[in-house]
């Protein structure tokens, strides 16, 4: 059970109905790409959903890891609202509008019917979510959704809610994440067996080398130095590159990851999922490398990858202890600042 705004819901079974949301406003919270930019994204729509007095529901039926209208985020997380998103399919009374009679459809399936010439617009999830910086709409339910986080842009109605004024965004999320984003116990416990009589120090590595890629000299240029102050230390690799995985583990000792399907198109994992034998698997597969990752004592990684940047919020691994080598890269820190506040 959860309680929301002092009453008491029960978590509905998979497209149940229950009479007891009857006249709920919810938030449904869309989703597009890979983990990092749909659970930063979500965590938006999360304190979205808390400043206008709504239930958060994230609906993840967009058919990555899962076929299409198969909710994957409880398959994956476990949900403390357990509320169906399908029971709203059929709403009418929806914000924005052009949901109303849609809920089942996915983000990209609007843009492309009503926006078609919009596709790469920074501005797009405008018109598919409620507005972030206005008041809240009177529809019971109303939509969420963006590719990337947003919460700059509800900085100053957080300033004036008790619930977050005074407290840093890497503080919110951290909760957020905890709250709506614990794995379940499948991923948690193939995390601590990745970590059991580890009595070293563990360098996570994040090399993203598919449809975006980092430099992978800068990576191993700074693995290097550190490896030199901590020549005891084990390191956990994640990648999406069967090549860059055998370069890293042919060059340095003591590299563990995890055994999973990687592309061999250039592809992004989430992106070629359909291909997987057992895309639900391969699913679990990157939350156990991103909760490994929150695991180490120090994090080698590119800001570039919010798959990483989410993995430091998760464990609160400090600056002092994160390598970032796009760190003082102008052109991605003002692409980030950009898309921060758009």
């Not at 109905?17 to 965590?43: C, H, P, W, Y």
């Not at 994040?206 to 020549?231: G, N």
Request: proline share 6%.
């Amino acid at each position: 059970m959860v309680e929301i705004s002092n009453r008491t819901v029960q978590p509905k079974s998979f497209f149940s109905v229950d009479r007891e949301l009857a006249g709920l406003k919810v938030l449904l919270i869309k989703a597009k790409g890979g983990f990092g930019n749909r659970m930063l994204s979500a965590v938006t729509g999360v304190v979205l959903a808390e400043l206008g007095g709504r239930v958060p529901v994230i609906d993840w039926r967009d058919g990555t890891y899962a076929p299409a209208g198969v909710n994957v985020y409880p398959l994956l997380f476990q949900d403390p609202v357990g509320i169906d998103p399908a029971y709203y399919d059929d709403e009418r009374e929806v914000a924005p509008a052009l949901w109303s009679g849609q809920l089942a459809s996915h983000p990209v399936d609007i843009v492309s019917q009503r926006f078609p010439r919009s596709h790469s617009s920074p501005f797009i999830y405008r018109k598919l979510s409620i507005d972030l910086a206005g008041e809240d709409p009177p529809q019971t339910v109303g939509v969420f959704w963006s590719y990337l986080p947003k919460l700059l842009r509800l900085r100053h109605r957080m300033n004036r809610d008790p619930r977050f004024a005074g407290r840093s965004r890497g503080e919110i999320i951290h909760e957020k994440l905890q709250l709506h984003f614990t794995p379940t116990p499948l991923v948690l416990n193939a995390v601590d067996a990745l970590f059991a009589d580890r009595g070293r120090a563990v360098i996570g590595v994040h090399v993203r080398f598919t449809d975006r890629k980092v430099s992978i000299s800068r990576i191993e240029r700074e693995l290097r130095r550190l490896r030199k102050r901590l020549p005891d230390s084990d390191i956990f690799l994640a990648t999406d590159n069967a090549e860059i995985q055998t370069r890293i583990k042919e060059s340095f000792q003591r590299v563990f990851l995890v055994d999973k399907a990687l592309t061999c198109d250039g592809r992004a994992l989430h992106e070629a999922a359909d291909t997987f034998e057992d895309p639900l698997r391969e699913a679990r597969n990157a939350l156990i490398d991103m909760w490994a990752l929150a695991r180490c004592d120090w994090l080698i990684h590119s800001s570039q990858s919010t798959f990483s940047v989410t993995a430091a919020l998760i464990g609160k691994i400090p600056p002092t202890r994160q390598i970032d080598v796009d760190g003082t890269n102008l052109k991605v820190i003002l692409k980030q600042c950009f898309q921060s506040l758009s």
